[in-house]
């Protein structure tokens, strides 16, 4: 109720409850929250999100990405949540970098910038040159931001486990499973070790991208609470007036961000899970620059492939294949009818199929989706929640960037040709390979313990030398895997026409 008189005060609520839409008993609550506040005639949404404390403040910034959803005047409000927001005095971050690092700052910087180049709801970034004369950003933890997390999440697990015990719909959303990763994510974000790695282990990853950059790490002078990183010029992806005054291609941004994010989500399994504008810069050669490294997604091999074929097929068309995929990931429940779900899918990715994302109703496709889960019982998969956030503030920037971008044109080739290396003729051969060499690497030890289980009586018989027994064996079983090989080649044509 705080927090709901605090939105309310700052007029934040005002148009949900002027919405026509909007369920009766949820008014009646903003009525309560607002009564005798004095409402602004201009809502102030950045202001009552960061009244609200740093975890709202995430919410907030997922919410500028999406102006289709809250409006443009809440939207361009909401970006001052990303890297505008008051900042802590240079005295107790100065105080805070010694205590990090542990050394005093003059022996590791030859200056700070007091002022800050942005100011989030965790850190506060500085840019400085180091005793070496290296320009660099310096990321500081902000002094009792940590506490005030933790006293959030404790709040959003009570709702949470208030509303699973009401049960129907919101047990099936599994709110508490759900808060329990939003608290996995937000207390690694925390510890900027963590975040250094990260970018280290994305810039990995995207060295096959051209045109994505990541900033290089300094470890000699990152700790817990404090992370140096390469310093970049750049202008951020808010500023379009900014980017189209430097003679930047957008379109081509918009396609290199969609690009960049997919090989990171499907192909490398690591993400970036926090790409709204004020993480995102362009350089003045015109690469991008991801930074604030701290929420990374990570999906496993089995589920990318997963969610490679549902994205190929809804690409394609092929909705049969997508509900199918459905039921083997156990995303549906068993009892319900794969066609069923194969028709409902259609009615929903028809309609956008082709089209820009401007030309497309993403709150009557929200809708739909949100009906389909609710109609076939599936239940919330707390490790895509990352990547469905993601993807939405991905589809916001683009959109931003080039109002006419089609991130189905973009995806196919993407998704086409990790689908080809993943499950063509050559994957498969190379898969049965490693199995089989693995496997052959344990023989001697399951000998050995099946020997030690049951030892021979009188002795063990004599044991041909090795050098006779091993080359028939081996030589037998490479000449199977060639056979393999050419019987792979021979149909890799059909298979190869089919990814297209």
């Known amino acids: ?21 909007t369920p009766l008993q949820v008014k009646r609550i903003i009525r309560i929250a607002r009564f005798g506040a004095r409402v602004p005639r201009i809502p102030a949404y950045a202001e009552a999100f960061q009244a609200c404390g740093p975890a709202a403040i995430k919410l907030g910034q997922a919410l500028a990405t999406r102006p289709d959803l809250v409006g443009d005047a809440a939207a361009h409000g909401l970006l001052r949540l990303q890297d505008r927001l008051p900042a802590v005095p240079f005295a107790i971050i100065h105080a805070a970098i010694e205590r990090g690092l542990a050394r005093p700052v003059s022996d590791l910087f030859a200056s700070i910038e007091e002022e800050p180049v942005g100011a989030a709801s965790i850190a506060q970034v500085h840019r400085a040159v180091t005793t070496e004369g290296v320009t660099v950003a310096i990321k500081v933890v902000r002094p009792g931001v940590e506490e005030e997390f933790v006293a959030a999440l404790e709040t959003y697990e009570w709702a949470a486990a208030q509303l699973e015990f009401i049960g129907g719909e919101f047990a099936r959303l599994r709110p508490r499973l759900t ?213 939405v503030m991905v589809e916001g920037v683009a959109t931003m960037l080039d109002p006419d971008v089609n991130m189905w ?8 040709d990790w689908l080809r290396g993943e499950l063509g003729p050559e994957a498969l051969l190379a898969d049965r390979l490693v199995k089989d060499v693995r496997t052959l690497t344990r023989l001697p030890d399951l000998v050995r313990r099946i020997e030690a289980q049951f030892p021979i009586k009188g002795g063990a018989p004599p044991t041909p030398p090795l050098a006779v027994i091993e080359p028939v064996s081996l030589s037998f079983g490479w000449l199977g895997y060639i056979a393999v090989a050419v019987a792979a080649g021979a149909t890799g044509a059909g298979i190869t026409h089919w990814l297209g």
């Open 179 to 391: 808060i329990a990763t939003f608290r996995q994510w937000t207390l690694r974000e925390l510890d900027l070790r963590r975040e250094a790695a990260s970018a280290s282990e994305l810039a990995e990853g995207l060295t096959a991208e051209p045109g994505f950059r990541i900033p290089t790490i300094d470890w000699k002078r990152t700790s817990r609470s404090v992370l140096t990183l390469e310093w970049i010029d750049g202008i951020k992806l808010s500023d379009i007036a900014a980017i189209d005054a430097a003679g930047h291609d957008r379109k081509a941004l918009a396609r290199t961000l969609v690009r960049g994010f997919l090989r990171q989500a499907i192909a490398e399994g690591f993400f970036h899970a926090d790409m709204h504008q004020g993480n995102l810069m362009v350089a003045p050669g015109g690469d991008l620059i991801a930074i604030d490294f701290g929420i990374m997604g990570r999906i496993d091999r089995r589920a990318r492939q997963w969610l490679a074929e549902i994205l190929f097929g809804l690409i394609t068309g092929n909705y049969r294949r997508v509900a199918e995929i459905h039921f083997e990931a156990q995303y549906v429940p068993a009892h319900h009818n794969v066609a069923e779900f194969a028709t409902a899918l259609r009615s929903v990715g028809e309609p956008m199929r082709g089209l820009s994302v401007k030309d497309m109703s993403i709150g009557n496709m929200l809708d739909s989706l949100f009906a389909i889960t609710r109609d076939f019982d599936m239940v919330t998969q707390p490790h895509l929640l990352l990547l469905q956030k993601t993807m």
């Open 409 to 416: 044109e973009i995806a196919e080739p993407v998704v086409r």
């Open 1 to 21: 109720m705080k927090w709901l008189r605090t939105l309310a005060r700052h007029g934040a609520l005002a148009g949900i409850e002027r919405d026509p839409m």
